[in-house]
């Protein structure tokens, strides 16, 4: 598994198709693939805002993400650089717990 796909893990749980597209896309173009993919990222981006586990662990781990995609742009070549960064930014993520949902328990569903 590449160092970026590590990283989207978990985004990859909610969004597999963008993911894939993206994933694709950067394989097929290693040194232009922030350029030529970032339509692609864009779509990442719409679909997990839409997630709220993803939107809490996005603002959790916000530090270890950011960290790891400066490494990102400082190794395009050699991505493999950045493992210890995904492995800061998955341990965080894995700590997230999804928060119950306000809206869900405000309107309980009637009995029938």
């Not at 232009?32 to 839409?50: E, F, G, V």
């Not at 960290?67 to 965080?92: D, K, M, P, T």
């Amino acid at each position: 598994m590449s160092c970026r796909q590590a990283a989207l893990e978990i985004t990859a749980r909610y969004c597999s198709r963008e993911l894939e597209q993206y994933g694709q896309c950067v394989a097929a173009k290693p040194e232009s693939w922030q350029r030529d993919c970032h339509h692609l990222k864009m779509s990442i981006a719409r679909c997990t805002s839409s997630h709220p586990i993803v939107r809490q662990i996005r603002q959790a781990c916000a530090e270890p993400f950011e960290a790891f995609e400066e490494c990102l742009r400082q190794n395009e070549a050699a991505v493999g650089n950045c493992a210890e960064h995904v492995r800061r930014f998955l341990q965080c993520a894995e700590q997230v717990q999804p928060s119950p949902s306000p809206a869900l328990d405000a309107h309980p569903l009637p009995a029938s």
